[in-house]
């Protein structure tokens, strides 16, 4: 049973950074895609970022706009997010994510439902 477990969430100011980290233990993520989405109370989970297993491809949220950067490194088995001029909009949990085994990333990144591990979140609040 994989665990993983998120850092680096907090308050930050409008305009600031904020860098989240996930590590996965139990189960290796060398093979698997990885993603980062985000919850906003009353509001669905949104995809914010996915990688795919080599750290190759990169996809992001439309809402992005090049402000977040999506890492992995599998020797370390974690998976990061840097994120740069945050907004109130950005303000949510965060949640890391791991891919189902098998899955086509290129069609699958952005759908929660293609992952089957999560972690428990890191909440950000962007706020003045």
């Known amino acids: 049973q994989a665990q993983l477990v998120e850092s680096g969430g907090g308050l930050v100011e409008p305009g600031g950074s904020l860098s989240l980290s996930c590590v996965v233990l139990g189960r290796t993520i060398r093979d698997d895609g990885m993603a980062w989405f985000r919850q906003a109370p009353g509001k669905e989970r949104e995809f914010v970022a996915a990688v795919n297993w080599s750290g190759y491809r990169k996809e992001y949220g439309d809402f992005v706009k090049g402000r977040f950067t999506i890492s992995r490194d599998n020797t370390k088995n974690t998976v990061s997010l840097e994120m740069n001029s945050l907004n109130s909009g950005d303000t949510a949990r965060y949640y890391c994510?791991?891919?189902?085994?098998?899955?086509?990333?290129?069609?699958?990144?952005?759908?929660?439902?293609?992952?089957?591990?999560w972690g428990q979140g890191t909440q950000i609040t962007v706020s003045s």
């Open positions: 994510a791991q891919q189902r085994p098998g899955t086509n990333f290129g069609i699958a990144y952005f759908d929660p439902a293609n992952y089957d591990s």
